[in-house]
């Protein structure tokens, strides 16, 4: 059913006031030192004309089968490609990650030849993060201590606990409470990992966490990265209460990405994403990653930007850090977001996801707007348009113009599309 809002800036509510660096990325630590990583989708499997089929096994054994891996040199930091487009995404944070990190470990003094301690338990995990806090505390006072990294998910609606696709939901795992209870060292940053689920290649080991792409615009889908936030929120208020929430690992699906991350589809996801946390609390998300495997803001090597990229950088230029009740329920059609508009100008600044695949959605205008609408020729294009202006880099690597368009009265939303509405005051 086609979906009516109507747009009051000047009722709405105050929320919170969020983070100017709210969109952050993560660096894969194979970006860093090189290494294997995820093997790419073919062109094919990201369109959706070729289905992925992937082998089966367990964790370990997949993210060593050379079917699954390819090796990539370490990333050209020196690149004036990639300095121009991180530089257009920023300011934000930068944290290099992942979990092949896992894979490098130090024994100082020669006793453990590589191997780690056995019956190590969350209590010692405690004992050595208070340790390692307190020593932070006293040598470098101005550092934010963050954690514990909460890998768990939500639990769904039928009753299983896959949806957000963190580690602890593939392995057996303990609860964020076991890793903090008895923690003497205050620490300044919560923090959890969220994944819309698992990719294709992860597949075969949690079935009950890969999503269909079918369902990647439903508010099912949807509603993981809110739920996320609000299901840790409590745990931030008991373990680092006052303190900022850190999503430290963030997107579609773990393990590489679905084959549609780098698509337009993904778009409805992230931008929801950073609308419902918004909504939720303070704090950043690090979006895996900046330019690794399929869920990177820019190609692997190349650093193409893939439509996310667009995406958040309008986030950045109109979203501003004073968040508003929009007044509107969460439904198909009508995901609607407001926040200040960045630029400090009176108005406010809107983004409504219709995510409906085949209705309209007609919003009343308090007057005159700003109009910045997001659509794509189909949902898994490569390519998304602004204004029906294809998104490419120009000439030394120059983000397109993306000119808003005037707009008064009434407004159509086409289906599948993400628009930024900015009012005057």
């Not at 003094?109 to 010692?124: C, H, L, Q, R, V």
């Not at 998910?153 to 209870?181: K, Q, R």
């Not at 946390?277 to 399929?294: E, R």
């Amino acid at each position: 059913m086609a979906e009516f809002i109507k747009l009051s800036p000047d009722t709405l509510r105050q929320l919170r006031t969020v983070d100017e660096l709210l969109v952050s990325y993560n660096v894969e630590m194979t970006e860093v030192t090189g290494g294997t990583f995820w093997k790419a989708y073919s062109p094919e499997e990201i369109a959706g004309t070729k289905p992925f089929e992937g082998p089966v096994g367990s964790l370990a054994n997949h993210t060593a089968m050379a079917a699954l891996m390819q090796f990539y040199p370490p990333i050209d930091l020196k690149s004036e490609k990639l300095r121009k487009l991180a530089k257009d995404i920023g300011p934000a944070w930068v944290r290099v990650s992942g979990t092949w990190s896992t894979k490098t470990y130090y024994d100082f003094d020669g006793k453990m030849g590589g191997k780690s301690p056995e019956g190590y338990t969350a209590a010692n995990f405690v004992r050595d993060q208070d340790l390692f806090n307190r020593w932070l505390h006293e040598n470098y006072p101005g550092c934010l201590a963050v954690g514990p990294c909460s890998t768990v998910g939500i639990i769904g609606e039928d009753g299983d606990n896959a949806l957000g696709g963190g580690i602890a939901d593939v392995m057996p795992s303990v609860s964020t409470d076991e890793l903090m209870d008895g923690a003497t060292e205050p620490m300044e940053v919560y923090s959890y990992h969220y994944y819309n689920g698992v990719s294709e290649r992860l597949q075969s080991i949690m079935p009950m966490a890969h999503w269909s792409p079918e369902k990647a615009h439903t508010e099912e889908y949807l509603a993981v990265a809110p739920g996320m936030a609000r299901s840790n929120a409590p745990l931030r208020d008991r373990y680092v209460p006052g303190g900022q929430m850190w999503v430290t690992e963030s997107g579609d699906a773990g393990g590489g990405g679905d084959t549609w991350a780098s698509t337009y589809l993904d778009v409805l996801r992230t931008l929801n994403e950073l609308g419902g946390f918004s909504a939720v609390t303070d704090g950043i998300i690090f979006h895996n990653t900046l330019a690794s495997s399929d869920y990177g803001y820019l190609k692997p090597e190349v650093f193409d930007p893939r439509p996310n990229f667009f995406a958040v950088v309008l986030w950045n230029r109109l979203m501003g850090t004073t968040v508003y009740d929009a007044a509107e329920p969460i439904r198909e059609g009508a995901h609607v977001y407001a926040h200040s508009r960045h630029d400090g100008k009176p108005g406010k600044a809107y983004l409504v996801i219709n995510n409906s695949m085949t209705e309209t959605t007609t919003v009343e205008l308090p007057g005159k707007a700003e109009i910045y609408q997001l659509t794509a020729e189909t949902p898994r294009a490569s390519v998304m348009q602004c204004n029906g202006k294809a998104l490419t880099l120009g000439e030394g690597y120059a983000l397109p113009a993306m000119d808003p368009v005037a707009a008064e009265g009434t407004l159509t939303l086409p289906a599948l599309s993400c628009t930024f509405i900015v009012t005057e005051g």
